[in-house]
Every structure is written in C-alpha cells, then in structure tokens.
C-alpha cells in the first residue's frame, strides 16, 4: 500500500474493477430494508447513498448516489439512480439539501473522516435522518482492512462523541456485518481480492444469492447501546437536532 497515495484514488483503482465485474443488487435484498423503508423521506423529499458501490441500500428511482467508482456509478444511473463519481470529503450537493443520507462501510475508507462527518452535516436537511455503519476497535485491525481499503476502525464513544458535536442524536444501533469465522477462507479471499480480482467477483456473484438468503434480522436497540468487545461493525440510526455546521 503506497502511505502518500490519497485514500480516494486507491479505493478507485480496487474498486472500481471489482464493481465492473458485479452484479448490482436491489436494496429489497438485504436486512436493511426494512428499517430504510420505514426513514424515506416523504415523496417530495430528497435522499443521499454515499459509497453504496452495486449494493445500494436506498430505492434507485429518486435516490441521489455518490461513488468513487465510475463502473459503479454508470452502473446505477442505468438502473434508475442518479448518480455521480465523488468523494465523502467533499459532496457536491447544496447545504441543507437531504432528508435521508446512508453511508454504510464508507467513511472509514476516507482519509479525512473530520470533513466528511461535516459535509454529511451540511447537506442534511434539519430533522434528517443518517444511517452510518463503520468497523470498530482499532485493536482489531487486521490485513482484511489494509485489502479493503480501510484508513481507521472506531471506538464507539468516540463515534458517538462525534455525532453529538456536529448535532445528531443517535436513535438506534444494531451489530452490523459478519465477523469472519474461517481465518484461512478470509486470507484465500484477500489474497484473490488483491491478485485475481475478476476471479474473486466472479466466486462472490455465485455465493451471493446464498449469503443474502442466510441475513440475520437486523435487530436495533435505542441509543447506542451495543455491548463493548463484542460488536465488530455498528450500524448507527441518527437525527440531526440541529444544523452544526
């Protein structure tokens, strides 16, 4: 991993042919459904995927999209979305313009998370909901997050200390991703990730329909109340109270 190349460019060049040889899948499919369905804006109201690759999270008709890859974002405008290449760091939308912004498995990929909590901020509406999802615990950094494109993990309180300063309460949390259970199966597929990436996603396409079926219901509690040591990846469900930028 070159140390002085900007995270933006790097997560492009890996990611960028991995969505390429992907399939997009519709946001029905996952376990976030559910509770997406139930934050959508009203019909008038406009909503923001940041990252969300061909995995979006929020109904490509009417969704605005932002994505480092342009395989991905070509991807999602001919299904529907509206979507364009860019950074978390730097958004090109107007202050105050979402009523819902999802970003999951995205900020910890950026090199400034600083600038784009606040950019998140500016251009969320008052009263906007965030779905955010991040790893966490800096001790469990492993060569999956250096393969991935990982900058940094979290520690909760931190995460949770910087919502509150840029004006979101956090509603709810839920642990979030699988934990790898099969050290040797996560190397052989880091290794195919970073060496035969088209034979990676072509094996990831085939085994998808199966790990979709096998979901766990995402079960959410209120406020952040996710046990320490025992959560590998948050997903958060914040208000913005008020404007913070």
Not at 66 to 93: F, I, K, N
Request: charge should be positive; hydrophobic fraction near 45%; include cysteine.
């Amino acid at each position: 991993m070159n140390a002085v190349e900007p995270a933006f460019v790097r997560n492009r060049r890996f990611y960028d042919p991995l969505w390429a040889a992907a399939q997009l899948v519709p946001p029905e499919r996952f376990n976030t459904w559910r509770m997406i369905r139930r934050l959508l804006p009203p019909a008038d109201g406009l909503r923001l995927e940041i990252g969300p690759g061909l995995r979006p999270r929020l109904p490509l008709a009417g969704s605005d999209f932002l994505d480092a890859s342009p395989a991905a974002a070509a991807a999602l405008r001919a299904a529907g979305g509206r979507a364009v290449v860019g950074s978390a760091d730097a958004l090109p939308y107007g202050a105050g313009t979402f009523g819902l912004i999802v970003a999951l498995d995205v900020i910890e990929h950026v090199d400034d998370d600083v600038a784009a909590f606040a950019e998140i901020t500016r251009v969320a509406a008052s009263g906007a909901a965030l779905v955010l999802s991040v790893p966490l615990d800096p001790e469990r950094w492993s060569r999956f997050d250096e393969t991935v494109g990982h900058c940094r993990r979290y520690r909760i309180d931190e995460l949770g200390g910087t919502l509150a300063r840029l004006g979101w309460r956090v509603e709810a949390s839920a642990s979030f991703g699988l934990r790898p259970r099969v050290p040797g199966l996560v190397a052989a597929g880091m290794w195919m990730l970073a060496h035969q990436p088209e034979r990676a996603m072509r094996w990831y396409n085939r085994m998808l329909p199966r790990a979709l079926r096998r979901q766990p219901r995402l079960a959410t509690v209120p406020g952040l109340a996710i046990p320490p040591g025992r959560t590998d990846e948050v997903l958060l469900i914040a208000r913005l109270q008020s404007m913070g930028y």
